[in-house]
């Protein structure tokens, strides 16, 4: 398998563009450690083909955003029709009123809902609805949120910018309770799940804390929303936050993102300058239409069983060649992690796998589509095989 064409795109594109690519996850040292697949051609249902011709099995699926699969006939055809009558116009959409209707209730705490194209977008929207509902500052926050200025605490962000938000991590909750007692915070923003945490029970924890303290809890289910079986992982864990934000498999793959909350904390957003030109941009809207509708038509608890036995059985792999020391498989079915202790074993497998046709995220989720079939999976469970039995007696791979 080789990967010379990307390669010879990606160095001419070093040259015009800072990190050769847009994002972060995708830059090549990360994915595939400088020696994988770059730029791709075609890509269909659960696979991928590159621009040497090489074809994959997917489970990044763009990072989380593809959940119905690449290009499904159907949903093609939803949004052709869609750009024949109109992509952006002078005037708003009808397609923003129906889709708020198709989310509002499904996701338990959305009453209202506001529409954006990127996640870091969204995110920063409700911290500024926070900022405003509380007429308090400061942030508490577990998880990551995008690039924008409040969400970060690299290079290049102001100090007053950064000393607004304060971040934890969950085997610190102990910490959350006396930060919130002790200081005013406007909300609490978490990814509802990050690997096997946070426990139902450190969510309850949040939920009451926030209550008490008068601050806003804040779920960013930009990777869970619409990948658990009753639509959120706020329904799935049973506790319901106060704003939420949305993105990936919202739309598919198209830019959209979401903040949706209670009515009285919403109504807030009605005296706040939050707007954008391409908040109307009717090719996403569509093609969140189509998806939710489909979601809700379907359900995901075929790809939900598929995702639990694919687990289990990578369990199972690891456990027969005496490495379940060497690494676990976290998460839930739709979006879990073969998580290994050891980076460099890691990165074996992960570019094992990948010269076999399979595409396994390095440090983080693999996501399943409902595009995957038992075909899919169970070549999947054939490579991951090989490849950690040759890695467990020490032999090249
Ligand atoms: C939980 C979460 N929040 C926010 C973001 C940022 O979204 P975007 O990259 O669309 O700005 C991401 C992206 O990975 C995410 O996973």
């Given at each position: 398998?080789?990967?010379?064409?990307?390669?010879?795109?990606?160095?001419?594109?070093?040259k015009l563009?800072?990190?050769?690519?847009q994002?972060?996850?995708?830059?090549?040292?990360?994915?595939?450690f400088?020696?994988?697949?770059?730029?791709?051609?075609?890509?269909?249902?659960?696979?991928?083909?590159?621009?040497?011709?090489?074809?994959?099995?997917?489970?990044?699926?763009?990072?989380?955003?593809?959940?119905?699969?690449?290009?499904?006939?159907?949903?093609?055809?939803?949004?052709?029709?869609?750009?024949?009558?109109?992509?952006?116009?002078?005037?708003?959409?009808?397609?923003?009123?129906?889709l708020?209707?198709?989310?509002?209730?499904?996701?338990?705490?959305?009453?209202?809902?506001?529409?954006?194209?990127?996640?870091?977008?969204?995110?920063?929207?409700?911290?500024?609805?926070?900022?405003?509902?509380?007429?308090?500052e400061?942030?508490?926050?577990?998880?990551?949120?995008?690039w924008?200025?409040?969400?970060?605490?690299?290079?290049?962000?102001?100090?007053?910018?950064?000393?607004?938000?304060?971040?934890?991590?969950?085997?610190?909750?102990?910490?959350?309770?006396?930060?919130?007692?002790?200081?005013?915070?406007?909300?609490?923003?978490?990814?509802?799940?990050?690997?096997?945490?946070?426990?139902?029970?450190?969510?309850?924890?949040?939920?009451d804390?926030?209550?008490?303290?008068?601050t806003?809890?804040?779920?960013d289910?930009i990777?869970?929303?619409?990948?658990?079986?009753?639509?959120?992982?706020?329904?799935?864990f049973?506790?319901?936050?106060?704003?939420?934000?949305?993105?990936?498999?919202?739309?598919?793959?198209?830019?959209l993102?979401?903040?949706?909350?209670?009515r009285?904390?919403?109504?807030?957003?009605?005296?706040?300058?939050?707007?954008?030109?391409?908040?109307?941009?009717?090719l996403?809207?569509a093609s969140?239409?189509?998806?939710?509708?489909?979601i809700?038509?379907?359900?995901?608890e075929?790809?939900?069983?598929?995702?639990?036995?694919?687990?289990?059985?990578i369990?199972?792999?690891l456990?027969?060649?005496?490495m379940?020391?060497?690494?676990?498989?976290?998460?839930?079915?739709?979006?879990?992690?073969?998580?290994?202790?050891?980076?460099?074993?890691?990165?074996?497998?992960?570019?094992?796998?990948?010269?076999?046709?399979?595409?396994?995220?390095?440090g983080?989720?693999?996501?399943?589509?409902m595009?995957?079939?038992?075909?899919?999976?169970?070549?999947?469970?054939?490579?991951?095989?090989?490849v950690?039995?040759?890695?467990g007696?020490?032999?090249?791979?």
């Open positions: 398998m080789g990967f010379e064409v990307s390669k010879r795109i990606y160095e001419e594109s070093l563009i800072p990190w050769g690519v994002t972060g996850s995708k830059r090549p040292e990360f994915l595939f400088g020696d994988g697949p770059i730029y791709v051609a075609k890509a269909k249902g659960s696979k991928l083909w590159d621009v040497d011709g090489n074809e994959y099995i997917d489970y990044i699926m763009a990072l989380g955003a593809v959940f119905l699969g690449y290009n499904r006939d159907e949903w093609l055809k939803f949004i052709t029709e869609q750009m024949e009558r109109f992509v952006l116009t002078s005037l708003s959409s009808v397609l923003e009123y129906e708020a209707s198709e989310i509002a209730g499904f996701i338990p705490s959305v009453e209202m809902i506001r529409f954006f194209k990127t996640g870091a977008e969204a995110t920063s929207s409700a911290v500024r609805v926070a900022r405003a509902f509380t007429g308090r400061k942030i508490l926050a577990c998880g990551y949120f995008g924008h200025d409040w969400a970060n605490t690299g290079y290049g962000i102001p100090d007053e910018v950064k000393k607004l938000t304060i971040w934890f991590k969950w085997d610190e909750i102990d910490r959350v309770e006396g930060l919130l007692e002790n200081d005013e915070f406007a909300g609490v923003i978490v990814e509802p799940v990050m690997g096997d945490e946070p426990t139902r029970e450190k969510l309850e924890f949040l939920r804390v926030t209550k008490r303290t008068g806003l809890l804040i779920f289910e990777k869970t929303g619409f990948r658990f079986p009753s639509g959120s992982a706020q329904s799935y049973g506790v319901i936050p106060d704003l939420t934000v949305l993105g990936k498999s919202l739309a598919n793959g198209m830019p993102s979401a903040l949706g909350g209670k009285d904390v919403m109504k807030e957003m009605a005296k706040l300058w939050i707007s954008t030109t391409y908040g109307s941009e009717a996403s809207l969140s239409l189509f998806t939710v509708r489909e809700k038509r379907a359900g995901i075929k790809t939900w069983n598929l995702g639990e036995m694919m687990m289990s059985e369990s199972r792999i456990c027969s060649y005496g379940d020391k060497n690494a676990k498989v976290v998460g839930y079915p739709t979006m879990f992690w073969v998580k290994f202790e050891d980076e460099d074993m890691e990165r074996k497998f992960i570019r094992a796998v990948m010269r076999r046709g399979i595409l396994l995220k390095r983080g989720y693999n996501f399943l589509s595009a995957h079939d038992r075909n899919d999976v169970d070549r999947t469970l054939d490579v991951v095989d090989e950690l039995r040759r890695i007696r020490g032999d090249d791979v």
